[in-house]
C-alpha cells in the first residue's frame, strides 16, 4: 500500500495532493424490544484524493484503488478549476514529515470476542429492562464493534498508517401507560477494551427507573434558573456550547468573527478551563494522528476563564497563522476532512456538589442528555430527566428540560465548576455539515450555570 | 449480484441482494467564494438471508468481495433476528418522473456559475455578510434481486442547491439557511434566493418580546419541526412495540379536521421520487392523516407482518450500510384559504418562526417540541418589525395540531422533499431570557 499511495501523490502538478485509504469492518447489533431487531457485519473499503491548487481544493472519492493515478488527476483538474475562480493562494501550516505506523493498541480487541458472547452480554441488560416491570415496557439496544485500518500519503513525503477500533453503544429503557412514553438511558464506548460494555447493570436498572418515574414527573415549568449539570451534560455543553465556536474554519475567513474570538479575551470566570485533546487513551475522541497526518496533541481552549486556543486544520492554522492542532477529521473515506473536536472536556474545579446546591432556592438539577446544538452564538440541548432544587436541596423529578442560551453570557455564567471530574462515553456523536456521528468524547465534572432559559410549555 | 443470490441460496433459505451505486458531484462555496469541488464515486452491496428461521445482515463497498459478503451475512444469521415475513415477488410498478439525462451531463462549470451569482446577489446585503453555497448534481441507480423471484432496478437523478449565510456583529450572530432540490435541472432557484435575502434583510434588526403566550406563525421550514413527533410516532416500528401514542388511532381524530398530510413519492421531479422503496414494494401516495383522522402507518415488510397490516412502501434505505428503515420521502400538507400576508396583518403581537434549533432532541414520542428560535420574527401590529433573540419555543405537537391550529396559509413552499403551508397557532408558549 505504501508504495502505491506515495507514487500516486509523488511529483504531481499540484501545491499540496494527499490520498487517504480506508478498510474497516463493523458488527452492528440493535434490539427493538425482547428481540433482535438487526444483527449485521459490514466491510468497507474505499479511498479519496485531495488536491490543492493556488488555493482551490479539488476532492474525488471511490470505491476501488484501480486507475488511482487518473483519480489523483482528477482532483487536481477539479483544484484548478477552483483555482481559476479565486485569486487566493494556497496556504498550509507546516507540519513534520512523519512516516509511522500505529498499530492497534487495545486490551480486549472486539474482533477476538465471538458473537455468541457479546450477544450475551446484551440479552443480560435487555432482559433487566423487559423484567423490570413497573411500566417499563419496551427496549431499544444498539450496538457497534469498529475496526478501521487508515492509510495516508501526501505530497510532503508523509506516510502514516493506523489501526483503530471503536465500541459502543446506547441501552434505553422504555415506559409507557396510555399515550405517555418516557425513556431513560444507559450508554458505554472506548477505542480500547471491549470489557467496558460490562459491568453495567446498575446503570440499566438507574435508567429504567428514570423511565418509569418520568411518567408520574410533572414537565418543568419554562424560566429562568440556577442550573447544575451532571458531568453527562456539562460535557456536552463544553461541546456544543464553546466548542464548536473554537473550531477555526468558523473564525479564519471571518473578520468580525475573529473580533470576538480574539485570543487573551476572557470567557469565563477564573474557575473555568476548557481542552480537546486527542491523548485520552481510551476516549472515544482518542487520536493519535488526524486526517491530515497531523500529530494530535492536548489543546487549551480556555484556561482560567481566558481565551487560549482553538481547533485547526492545517488550511485554517496556515491562514490565522497559528500552530496547527491535529483536528482536521473526516467520517470516512467519502468525505474530505473539516475541523472537528476530539475529546472536549471541562477541567476539574474545587467545588463539592452539595456546594453548588445549597445556596439556590429555585433551581434545576439537569442529569444526562438527548443532545444538543448550536450556531456559534446560541445553543440548546435537552436533559434526560432534571430535578427540581428547592431551598438548597434535590427536590422532585421533572421532565421536558430544554437548556438554551447565549454561548458568550453563558460561559461568564458558569459559577461553579465541581471537583469530581468524572471520564465518561456514549454512543452517537458529532455532526457537522453532512458528516455524522463522529466518535467523540466529552468528559467533565458537575458545573453550575446561573440565569439559564428552560423552556418549558407550563 | 445474480451470482452473491446464487451463493447466498447455496446456503440460505432466503435472501435478498440490494445494489447502490452514485455519482455527485457538488460545488462547495464557502466565506464568499468557490472553495472545493468534489466528485464522490460509491457503490455497494447489501445482503439481507433467511437461514433456519432467522434474519443476517452484510454489506461491503470493496468489489470483488462477494464470498466474504455472503459468509458475513450467514455467520451473523446464526444469532440474528427471528424472520418474520417473506421477501416480495414481482409486481406492477408506478411510472415516475424522477431521471432527467440533462443532469448527469450538465457540466461543472454550471454548477460553479450557479453558485456564484448566488454569492453575488447576497454579498451586497451587508459588508460582514458571509455567504456560503452548495450545488451539486448526482445520479444513482438501485437495483434488488431477491429470492421470491423479484428484479427490480431504476435510475434517478438530483439537483439542488442549499445557501448559508453568516452575519456577525460583535456578539450578535445571524444564520440564515434555506435549500431546494428536484430530480430535474429545470429547477427555479429564484424562490431560495428571495426567501434569504427577505431574512438577512429582516433579522438584522433586533427587536425585544416578551415571555408567555403567544400566536405564532411557524413558516414550511419551522412547520416541519412540529410534524416530527406525528412522523415518529406513525413510524411502523413504535406502533409494533407497542410505545407509539397513536397505536391505535387509526381512523380517529388526532388533528384538526383542516389538516391533511400524504406521503407521495410519486410526486413528479421531487427528489426522493422513487418506483420502489428499500424492500421493492411498489411506491405509492400514502394518506397519513386525512381531515385530521389518522389514515395510515409507516410500514416496512416487519412492521406490516407484525400488524397483519400491508406494507405501505416505506422501507428507507440511505446507503448499503445499514438494512432498511422506516420513514417517509415526501410529506406533504394540503394548503388553507388564507393568504400568507393577511395571515401576518392579523397577528397583533406575535412570533413568525422560521428555524427551531434542537427541536429533534427532546421526547418526540411524548410529542415535546422545545427549540431555541434560532430564527424568528417579531409581528408588530400585524407588521413583521425585525428579530426576536434569546427566545426558547414550547409546545406539545399532539395538542398544537389537533386544538391550537387557526389558519393553514394559501401559499406553500416546495423545498424538493417536502411542501408545507404557514401555519398560524395561538397559544404557544414562548420563554425570553430577560
Known amino acids: 500500500m505504501k508504495e502505491l499511495l506515495t507514487a500516486a501523490v509523488t511529483r504531481k502538478p499540484a501545491d499540496y495532493v494527499e490520498v487517504r485509504v480506508e478498510e474497516s469492518v463493523v458488527t452492528d447489533i440493535t434490539y427493538r424490544g425482547k428481540d433482535i431487531d438487526n444483527l449485521g457485519q459490514s466491510v468497507r473499503f474505499g479511498g479519496n484524493a485531495r488536491a490543492l491548487v493556488n488555493g482551490g481544493w479539488g476532492f474525488v472519492s471511490f470505491n476501488s484503488l484501480d486507475a488511482l493515478d487518473r483519480k489523483v488527476d482528477q482532483a487536481i483538474n477539479q483544484a484548478k478549476l477552483v483555482s481559476s475562480h479565486t485569486s487566493e493562494k494556497s496556504v498550509l501550516a507546516p507540519v513534520p514529515v512523519v512516516v509511522a505506523s500505529v498499530p492497534l493498541d487495545v486490551t480486549t480487541d472486539a474482533r477476538d470476542v465471538p458473537l455468541a458472547r457479546k450477544k450475551e452480554v446484551l440479552d443480560g441488560y435487555n432482559s433487566i429492562i423487559l423484567d423490570y416491570g413497573k411500566n417499563v415496557t419496551s427496549s431499544s439496544i444498539s450496538y457497534f464493534d469498529h475496526y478501521r485500518k487508515l492509510y495516508f500519503a501526501n505530497s510532503e513525503g508523509t506516510y502514516v498508517e493506523q489501526e483503530r477500533m471503536d465500541v459502543a453503544g446506547s441501552i434505553i429503557a422504555i415506559a409507557t401507560r396510555g399515550a405517555d412514553t418516557q425513556q431513560g438511558r444507559a450508554g458505554f464506548g472506548s477505542t480500547r477494551d471491549w470489557n467496558a460494555i460490562l459491568g453495567l447493570d446498575k446503570h440499566v436498572l438507574d435508567a429504567c427507573d428514570v423511565a418509569s418515574q418520568m411518567l408520574d414527573a410533572p414537565p418543568v415549568t419554562g424560566g429562568q434558573y440556577t442550573v447544575v449539570l451532571d458531568p453527562f451534560l456539562a460535557g456536552v455543553f463544553a461541546h456544543e456550547a464553546f466548542g464548536h465556536l473554537s473550531e477555526a474554519d468558523n473564525v479564519y475567513e471571518n473578520p468580525e468573527l475573529q473580533k470576538v474570538m480574539v485570543l487573551g479575551r476572557r470567557f469565563g470566570r477564573p474557575e473555568l478551563s476548557i481542552y480537546d485533546s486527542g491523548l485520552d487513551e481510551g476516549a472515544r475522541g482518542y487520536l493519535l494522528y488526524d486526517d491530515e497526518g497531523v500529530k494530535t496533541e492536548k489543546t487549551y481552549l480556555i484556561k482560567e476563564g481566558l481565551l487560549v486556543g482553538r481547533l485547526h486544520s492545517r488550511a485554517t492554522a496556515g491562514k490565522m497563522r497559528e500552530r496547527p492542532t491535529g483536528n482536521a477529521r473526516a467520517q470516512d473515506y467519502r468525505y474530505a476532512p473539516i475541523v472537528r473536536m476530539r475529546n472536549t472536556s471541562i477541567e476539574k474545579g474545587q467545588s463539592s456538589f452539595e456546594d453548588m446546591v445549597k445556596d439556590v432556592r429555585l433551581g434545576v438539577y439537569a442529569i444526562q442528555t438527548y443532545g444538543g446544538q448550536t450556531n456559534g452564538e446560541m445553543f440548546t440541548f435537552s436533559a434526560g430527566q432534571g430535578y427540581m432544587i428547592r431551598d438548597g436541596k434535590v427536590a422532585e423529578l421533572v421532565r421536558d428540560v430544554n437548556l438554551t442560551g447565549n454561548v458568550f453570557q453563558t460561559l461568564q455564567d458558569i459559577d461553579m465548576v465541581g471537583a469530581d471530574f468524572c471520564t465518561h462515553e456514549m454512543a452517537g456523536g458529532c455532526g457537522k455539515a453532512d458528516q455524522g456521528p463522529l466518535p467523540t468524547s466529552e468528559w467533565a465534572p458537575h458545573i453550575r450555570i446561573k440565569n439559564v432559559v428552560v423552556g418549558g410549555s407550563r | ?434
Not at chain 2, 19 to 31: D, L, Q
Not at chain 2, 269 to 288: C, H, K, T, Y
Not at chain 2, 302 to 325: C, F, H
Not at chain 2, 352 to 375: F, K, P, R, T
Request: charged share 20%; net charge negative.
Open chain 2, 1 to 434: 449480484m445474480e451470482r452473491v443470490l446464487e451463493l447466498a441460496m447455496k446456503k440460505c433459505q432466503a435472501a435478498e441482494v440490494f445494489r447502490i451505486a452514485e455519482t455527485s458531484v457538488p460545488v462547495e462555496f464557502e466565506n464568499n467564494r468557490l472553495k472545493r469541488i468534489e466528485t464522490t464515486e460509491s457503490s455497494g452491496l447489501a445482503l439481507r438471508v433467511i437461514k433456519d428461521g432467522k434474519m443476517g445482515f452484510s454489506s461491503t463497498t470493496k468489489a470483488g468481495d462477494e464470498e466474504s459478503l455472503v459468509n458475513n451475512a450467514v455467520a451473523v444469521a446464526e444469532f440474528g433476528a427471528p424472520a418474520t415475513f417473506e421477501f416480495p415477488g414481482a409486481a406492477d410498478y408506478p411510472v415516475v418522473r424522477n431521471y432527467d439525462s440533462t443532469v448527469p451531463s450538465m457540466p461543472v462549470s454550471a454548477l460553479v456559475d450557479v453558485g456564484t451569482s448566488v454569492i453575488e446577489l447576497l454579498r451586497p446585503l451587508h459588508p460582514a455578510l458571509i455567504a456560503g453555497a452548495s450545488v451539486e448534481k448526482s445520479v444513482e441507480e438501485r437495483e434488488i434481486l431477491n429470492s421470491s423471484g423479484l428484479h427490480i432496478s431504476q435510475k434517478s437523478t438530483a439537483y439542488h442547491m442549499f445557501v448559508s449565510v453568516e452575519l456577525v456583529e460583535g456578539e450578535n450572530f445571524l444564520s440564515v439557511y434555506d435549500g431546494v432540490g428536484s430530480s430535474h435541472a429545470a429547477l427555479d432557484l429564484q424562490p431560495v434566493q428571495r426567501r434569504v435575502i427577505e431574512k438577512v434583510k429582516l433579522g438584522q434588526r433586533n427587536v425585544p418580546f416578551r415571555s408567555g403566550k403567544h400566536q405564532i406563525i411557524m413558516t414550511p421550514n419551522a412547520a416541519q419541526s412540529l410534524f416530527m413527533p406525528l412522523i415518529t410516532c406513525v413510524n411502523g416500528r413504535a406502533v409494533q412495540r407497542g410505545f407509539s401514542p397513536l397505536k391505535d388511532k387509526i381512523g380517529k381524530q388526532v388533528c384538526d379536521p383542516r389538516i391533511f398530510l400524504h406521503d407521495d413519492p410519486l410526486r413528479a421531479e421531487s427528489i426522493s421520487a422513487s418506483v420502489f422503496d428499500g424492500e421493492g414494494i411498489p411506491s405509492r401516495r400514502l394518506p397519513v392523516v386525512e381531515k385530521g383522522e389518522l389514515k395510515n402507518f409507516h410500514l416496512d415488510l416487519k412492521a406490516a407482518r407484525a400488524l397483519n397490516m400491508a406494507p405501505t412502501g416505506s422501507a428507507i434505505r440511505d446507503s448499503v450500510e445499514s438494512p432498511p428503515g422506516i420513514g417517509p420521502s415526501n410529506l406533504m400538507i394540503e394548503p388553507g384559504n388564507t393568504p400568507l400576508e393577511k395571515m401576518i396583518k392579523g397577528v397583533d403581537k406575535g412570533l413568525l418562526v422560521d428555524l427551531l434549533m434542537g427541536a429533534w432532541s427532546g421526547n418526540l414520542y411524548g410529542g415535546v417540541i422545545n427549540g431555541n428560535i434560532l430564527l424568528g420574527f417579531v409581528i408588530d401590529k400585524g407588521e413583521v418589525v425585525g428579530r426576536c433573540k434569546n427566545a426558547m419555543f414550547s409546545a406539545n405537537a399532539f395538542q398544537v395540531l389537533s386544538s391550537q391550529l387557526q389558519e393553514l396559509s394559501a401559499e406553500r413552499i416546495d423545498y424538493g422533499n417536502s411542501v408545507f403551508p404557514y401555519m398560524l397557532l395561538d397559544g404557544i408558549g414562548i420563554t425570553v431570557k430577560e
